[in-house]
């Protein structure tokens, strides 16, 4: 592998380095139940997708 000749400054490491960031998912109302749903994933309290019955869930005894 080739080494680089000289050390690479800060600032150009930093540019580089100015898009690694960490974003905040978006977040929505499930249309069935108000909770808040990841967009396009499955209500994970009443298991609702796109307002139709996605998976079954279980209700607590």
Do not use: W
Request: glycine share 4%; net charge positive; proline share 7%.
């Amino acid at each position: 592998m080739p080494h680089p000749k000289r050390k690479h400054s800060k600032q150009r490491r930093d540019k580089r380095r100015t898009h690694d960031k960490a974003i905040a998912p978006t977040l929505a109302t499930c249309s069935n139940c108000s909770a808040t749903v990841q967009f396009h994933h499955v209500c994970p309290e009443c298991g609702f997708y796109r307002g139709k019955k996605a998976i079954e869930k279980e209700v607590a005894v």
